[in-house]
């Protein structure tokens, strides 16, 4: 079974900056992806950013060029760097892992508790 702890959520003044950790105890497997998604107050839980193994990025557009995506394998850990903070950005941020031992495998998919970022105008 795999635990995420998530950290860093708070409030901040638009314009401002966030940095958010997760991190990963239990087993996951080689193949991983790890990433953040949000979900605003009466809004669909959406994707923000993804990460894989290799590295490999994916960024929501609303976030592009403002949040930055970041990982330490050593440490099963995941970042996100969050700059030029909008008021539209609140949201509670939950830590997503997902995982599978080979190509075409079961996937497993994992959730943090998530933490609230709430950017003030």
């Known amino acids: 079974q795999v635990q995420l702890m998530e950290s860093g959520g708070g409030l901040v003044q638009a314009g401002g900056s966030l940095r958010l950790s997760c991190t990963a105890s239990?087993?996951?497997?080689?193949?991983?992806?790890m990433g953040w998604y949000r979900q605003a107050p009466g809004k669909q839980r959406e994707l923000v950013t993804t990460i894989t193994n290799g590295g490999v990025t994916n960024y929501a557009d609303s976030v592009k060029g403002r949040f930055t995506i970041s990982r330490d394998n050593t440490k099963n850990t995941v970042y996100l760097q969050m700059n030029s903070l909008k008021p539209e950005d609140t949201a509670v941020y939950y830590c997503?892992?997902?995982?599978?031992?080979?190509?075409?495998?079961?996937?497993?998919?994992?959730w943090g508790q998530g933490t609230q970022v709430t950017v003030s105008s």
């Open positions: 997503n892992v997902e995982t599978f031992l080979f190509k075409g495998a079961r996937k497993y998919n994992y």
């Open positions: 239990g087993t996951i497997f080689g193949n991983n992806t």
